[in-house]
């Protein structure tokens, strides 16, 4: 699982058919990214058609860190007979981050306009939702908004069915 | 953390989970969010989570057609709330009946072990009175066979004498005694036959209750107070009499 990009330049090279996509992130770094691999993104794909070839796309809303993966992700996604059990053992890798990255790659994947990276990543939190106490629930999202004691006595009434 | 996540993206995180094939989210995780705070609290109660949870959770018969489940007034969440408290009302009844019925079962069960046993007993007390009968008409038998030979004179007076009381005819009154004994031990064999039948019955619906009962957090007293009403049910059943010692008493030497 390599996850640097192929070597940059701006132009396509004879030998290498494939068209590139030049991506700037926020913090200034520039990724390269496959034609295949960046219609993944339907914001990419609107960019690409509206012919910026050649000049960085920036995406000021995705860090380094973030976008490289990222691209890693639309590669993988774009590559040809990969079989749907190892691409799903790739996927579960992939999300196997911590909460805070799960986070970034749902806003990216949202800005990105990435349908299969967003429902991956939306799947993980829902997990990570499951079986937490609300107690748990704000540790681990640390969520700091309290409900006053009367809001509190409200929320808990409305809905402890669900716990008889 | 969770202020990064716009409120459309919390949304979406929430319908996928509750929309999951793997439903990772139920009506559960659902109402623990909305205890989490002000913000998922809004999120968590909308209708559009909670009117898949309705369909999916409580589908309506199929004569009904769908999407006639949202009254005007109230919301999905509460909708939903009351299927569901009205689904374990029904579970409960249900499980309440499962239990009485065998209860009753059970209690049906020990009634016929009773039965049995008493027949038994009777049988029993049949099979002995045979049994000293015979004994006694081979005694005389024998009496009556030794007085065709010589004998001192002390034996034989005994001999005449036990002859004498016995006022009936000795040969045919041993055959039917004979006969009323071998049927009394078949009957018995078959009440024996019966009663272990109904005590494997018994066991297994005892097992079946318990079973029906479990609660991995109850621990199931059943002092038999609540067994067919009476405790003296409880008691242990007795082994049916021993019928073999009378057996023997059967054989001619």
């Known amino acids: 699982m390599s996850s640097s990009p192929p070597p940059s330049s701006a132009a396509a090279s004879p030998s290498c058919p494939k068209k590139m996509i030049a991506l700037r992130s926020s913090d200034g770094e520039t990724f390269e990214i496959e034609e295949a691999a960046a219609l993944q993104s339907k914001t990419l794909e609107n960019m690409i058609d509206e012919d910026c070839a050649g000049t960085p796309i920036p995406l000021p809303n995705v860090t380094g860190k973030i976008l490289a993966k990222v691209v890693e992700f ?16 790739w996927d579960a890798e992939f999300v196997n981050v911590e909460q805070a990255t799960v986070f970034d790659y749902i806003l990216a994947a949202n800005f990105l306009e990435i349908p299969t990276l967003l429902n991956l990543t939306c799947n993980v939190v829902a997990d990570m939702i499951r079986g937490k106490t609300p107690d748990e629930i704000r540790k681990f999202f640390n969520i700091k908004s309290i409900f006053s004691p009367e809001e509190e006595e409200e929320v808990r009434r409305e809905n402890h069915w669900a716990f008889e | 953390m969770a202020a990064f996540l716009p409120d459309e993206l919390w949304r979406h995180v929430l319908a996928i989970g509750v929309k999951s094939p793997a439903k990772s989210l139920s009506y559960k995780e659902l109402c623990c969010v909305s205890i989490a705070c ?13 009117s898949h949870l309705l369909s999916s959770d409580f589908p309506p018969p199929t004569s009904q057609s769908s999407a006639s489940s949202s009254s005007p007034s109230s919301s999905c969440k509460a909708l939903y709330r009351i299927r569901f408290e009205r689904d374990k009302e029904k579970k409960r009844l249900a499980h309440r009946r499962a239990v009485m019925r065998k209860e009753s079962q059970i209690a049906e069960h020990l009634r016929r072990i009773r039965d049995i046993e008493a027949s038994l007993a009777r049988e029993s007390d049949k099979l002995k009175a045979s049994a000293s009968e015979l004994s006694n008409l081979h005694k005389v038998r024998q009496a009556s066979v030794a007085l065709k030979v010589w004998q001192p004179e002390v034996v034989r007076g005994k001999q005449k004498q036990m002859v004498s009381q016995c006022a009936v005819p000795v040969e045919s009154r041993i055959s039917a005694v004979d006969m009323e004994f071998r049927l009394c031990k078949q009957q018995i064999a078959i009440l024996r036959k019966s009663y272990e039948e109904e005590r494997r019955r018994l066991d297994a619906a005892k097992r079946e209750l318990e079973s029906i009962e ?18 003296s049910r409880r008691k242990e059943i007795k082994r049916p009499i021993d019928v073999e010692g009378y057996g023997k008493l059967a054989k001619t030497s």
């Open chain 1, 74 to 89: 639309c590669s993988k996604h774009a590559e040809p007979g990969v079989d749907d059990e190892s691409l799903r053992a």
């Open chain 2, 38 to 50: 002000r913000r998922l609290r809004r999120l968590s109660g909308e209708d559009s989570l909670w």
């Open chain 2, 214 to 231: 479990y609660h991995p957090l109850r621990r199931c007293e059943r002092t038999g107070s609540n067994l067919g009403g009476s405790s």
